[in-house]
T-cell receptor, first 112, second 108 residues
């Protein structure tokens, strides 16, 4: 089982560039989320989705867009990268609220 | 405001020295409290879910407990392979809210 797959694993961007972080899950989970992890800050929620066509903002949504057109995929778009977006990004999925979340291996993003 | 606070931030133990990690939370409509383990360079890995005060769960040297305001992760006779960051999270609606984690180091 693949579980939650994130691509790419590493990325370097220049300030102002845009890109999409990909996340796919093969467990038919309804809930999917994006987090960023910075030293000393723990995991902070960027955006989340409770089903196809439904998305909502988390704690730190500014500078990021998401869409959920299928159950399997939940891409995260950086519209105009800034150095403050240098971080490790994790995607997670769960069957529903109150059940365990499965995480991808992360994308390490550096914005120069 | 929904909030999760973990303590201590870092814990250094000798092999065999038991201890506890704390997770205190304030959240309306708790739908579950979760413990995860995270190794360097990897995504968090699920350990336990607790749903109601008084509930306890065990796995090898780890035991998680829950009260109305906090959860404890007890580590009995830890081994070096237990070294990792332990994360606590609460489910509120469609969101998981994480604490900042406790970095555990177990020396042989």
């Amino acid at each position: 089982n693949a579980g939650v797959t994130q691509t790419p694993k590493f990325q370097v961007l220049k300030t102002g560039q845009s890109m999409t972080l990909q996340c796919a899950q093969d467990m038919n989970h309804e809930y999917m989320s994006w987090y960023r992890q910075d030293p000393g800050m723990g995991l902070r929620l960027i955006h989340y989705s409770v089903g196809a066509g439904i998305t909502d903002q988390g704690e730190v949504p500014n500078g990021y867009n998401v869409s959920r057109s299928t159950t399997e995929d939940f891409p995260l778009r950086l519209l105009s990268a800034a150095p403050s977006q240098t971080s490790v990004y994790f995607c997670a999925s769960s069957a529903k609220g109150g059940t365990e979340a499965f995480f991808g291996q992360g994308t390490r993003l550096t914005v120069v | 405001e929904d909030q999760v606070t973990q303590s201590p931030e870092a814990l250094r133990l000798q092999e065999g020295e038991s201890s506890s990690l704390n997770c205190s939370y304030t959240v309306s409509g708790l739908r579950g409290l979760f413990w995860y383990r995270q190794d360097p360079g990897k995504g968090p890995e699920f350990l336990f879910t607790l749903y109601s005060a008084g509930e306890e769960k065990e796995k090898e040297r780890l035991k998680a407990t829950l009260t109305k305001k906090e959860s404890f992760l007890h580590i009995t006779a830890p081994k070096p392979e237990d070294s990792a960051t332990y994360l606590c999270a609460v489910q509120q609606g469609g969101k998981l809210i994480f604490g900042q984690g406790t970095e555990l180091s177990v020396k042989p």
